[in-house]
């Protein structure tokens, strides 16, 4: 059964950094874009970031340009998102998901999640 399962996430004061990671199991992805999501409390679920299928192209939200960057192990099977700069409007539950396009935005266009990790920004 393909598998994405995240880690890295925790608290931080804000300013501060967190990498995330989710790594494939049951089927690689190095064919599959991969992306970010994010939950915040009590709001939709929103996209972040996304990697396409060789690593060399990258599309990201707004809000994450110039703070956050994704990239992928490919012989790892693992996409990476690095967060800097952390604000606490950031806090939510990071998803990380699998799709056709790194252009894909909406969480329809992605066939596979993961369970998420929790990131937690205080001021």
């Known amino acids: 059964q393909a598998q994405l399962v995240e880690s890295g996430g925790g608290s931080v004061q804000a300013g501060g950094s967190l990498r995330l990671s989710c790594v494939a199991s049951?089927?690689?992805?190095?064919?599959?874009?991969l992306a970010w999501f994010r939950q915040p409390p009590g709001k939709e679920r929103e996209f972040v970031a996304s990697v396409s299928w060789t690593g060399i192209n990258t599309y990201y939200a707004d809000s994450a340009k110039g703070r956050f960057s994704i990239s992928r192990n490919t012989a790892k099977d693992t996409v990476y998102l690095q967060m800097n700069s952390l604000k606490p409007e950031d806090t939510a539950v990071y998803y990380c998901a699998a799709g056709r396009s790194h252009y894909y935005t909406e969480i329809y266009e992605y066939r596979h999640w993961g369970q998420g990790t929790q990131v937690t920004v205080s001021s």
């Open positions: 049951g089927r690689t992805f190095s064919n599959d874009a």
